[in-house]
């Protein structure tokens, strides 16, 4: 073939890989144009669906492009530290810190906050059985529980140490069966007597949900410690920031400034390490750490007792930390797996840019945000949500921010936790999804308020 013609054939070629994308831009952009009419109608509904379903082969551009800015930490190994296969994979790409850090209770859409008594004004949304035996003990309450008249019947009260706590039984869970009876229909003192005439082993059918069960705060604890080196030129103690998390991992950096914008220089998972103070160097305040998946044991320095204590006391939570596997976990996992569209009942969807701090950009990701969780996604198209946000606790605000003349701000209720930027298209879909973040994130209520509340005007209880 001469020269002429192999020129000729690269143009065509070149020409025809370039025409697709282009075709493919085209489609995506009329797409976007749709989130100008989503006024929540069932016509629109039904035309995003079909467009959805028609064009789920595009899809696959979505995906976890950037999880890197959503996950609570990233972090990187050190050398003869541990394999850091430690991080859930299905929790990978979600912010969930606030919500570990505090027992919080769904409330749902209600006029009245707070009471956790009645089921007529809890939105039930997910719920799971199990079934828990109390073996009974000594003294005027036996199984260590108290139980309010509601329709079913809660668990109000569950003695620290207490037989009902051994068994797993929980504030927040409700009643379903006692000894095999059910007891869904039946009054207060039928329930009680039924478990009183019973045998010694108390077995109750217990139904969870997220608008009663309560999840379990998880240990933290952040500061300066001393650690051994034991490798390197010059072996001896170096300062590093230590944190651990609410996930029972504990990171350390080379300085406090580092943490939330440097790498850790590992990470050790804390479940079922072995912690103790240790006298074998000759050096005070100092406790050892030796989790189960490193082939090493750290020896750290704290500066005093009190404060060799407070870590101690920390890493021991760590170590059997009791951890309810919350049914709102569930739900927002499943979620999660989903396209946007699928979704049910969202109470915001749309376009937003989010703020990458480390990159000082905005990233634009399509969202939705429902029951206290923004979920994101890499377009509208995408099979599933890249990242996410567990809003328990934030406050919302809108703010001036650089050449944005209005953007979201997401302010945690503490400086430990991140705070997150947000921007729409313009200010009236800025007002609309303020609006929606308030409306979502109150759904939801610190536990020990909620009993405040509910004790305020106390019904009929019973203490087993």
Not at 40 to 66: C, E, H, M, V, Y
Not at 241 to 267: I, N, P
Not at 359 to 380: A, M, N, P, R
Not at 390 to 408: C, D, N, P, T
Request: net charge positive; glycine share 8%.
């Amino acid at each position: 073939m001469s020269k002429r013609g192999r020129r000729r054939n690269s143009r065509r070629r070149r020409s025809s890989s370039s025409s697709k994308p282009s075709l493919e831009a085209k489609e995506h952009l009329k797409l976007l144009s749709l989130r100008d009419a989503d006024n929540g109608t069932p016509d629109s509904w039904a035309r995003r669906r079909k467009l959805f379903k028609d064009s789920k082969q595009w899809s696959s551009a979505g995906g976890s492009s950037f999880t890197s800015d959503i996950t609570e930490e990233s972090v990187s190994e050190e050398v003869h530290s541990m394999d850091l296969t430690i991080q859930d994979n299905e929790n990978k790409g979600f912010y969930a810190e606030t919500f570990h850090s505090t027992a919080w209770l769904y409330q749902g859409e209600k006029d009245v906050p707070g009471s956790i008594s009645s089921s007529a004004r809890t939105r039930t949304v997910s719920i799971r059985e199990r079934t828990v035996k109390i073996d009974k003990g000594i003294g005027d309450y036996p199984w260590g529980f108290r139980i309010q008249f509601s329709n079913p019947i809660v668990v109000t009260e569950v003695d620290t140490n207490g037989a009902a706590e051994e068994a797993g039984l929980m504030v927040g869970d409700y009643v379903l069966a006692v000894n095999g009876t059910d007891v869904t229909s039946i009054s207060h003192s039928e329930a009680a007597n039924l478990a009183r005439q019973g045998p010694e082993e108390l077995t109750l059918t217990i139904g969870s949900d997220i608008g009663r069960g309560p999840n379990t705060p998880r240990p933290a604890c952040r500061g300066y410690l001393h650690k051994r080196t034991q490798s390197g030129l010059i072996r001896g103690w170096r300062k590093r920031w230590f944190v651990l998390t609410h996930d029972c991992l504990l990171y350390y950096y080379r300085h406090k400034r580092d943490e939330g914008k440097s790498q850790a220089l590992a990470a050790l998972k804390m479940e079922g390490a072995e912690v103790g103070p240790d006298l074998s160097l000759g050096k005070p305040f100092v406790l050892k750490c030796h989790p189960l998946s490193a082939n090493r044991v750290y020896y750290l320095c704290a500066t005093s007792n009190q404060e060799m204590k407070r870590w101690l006391e920390a890493m021991e939570r760590a170590i059997h930390p009791i951890m309810q596997y919350h049914v709102w976990v569930d739900v927002t996992r499943h979620n999660s797996g989903l396209p946007p569209l699928a979704v049910k009942n969202p109470e915001c969807l749309g376009l937003l840019h989010k703020m990458d701090k480390s990159k000082d950009t905005w990233v634009q990701h399509y969202s939705i945000l429902k029951d206290g969780c923004l979920y994101l996604y890499s377009g509208i198209r995408a099979t599933h949500a890249h990242g996410g946000i567990y809003l328990q606790g934030y406050m919302v605000r809108e703010q001036h921010f650089g050449s944005k003349k209005s953007i979201i701000e997401l302010k945690p209720p503490s400086d430990e936790f991140k705070t997150f930027y947000f921007c729409a298209d313009n200010p009236n879909d800025n007002k609309r999804w303020i609006i929606a973040f308030k409306t979502s994130i109150n759904k939801w209520l610190p536990l020990h308020q909620a009993l405040q509340n509910d004790m305020s005007q106390p019904p009929e209880a019973t203490r087993m």
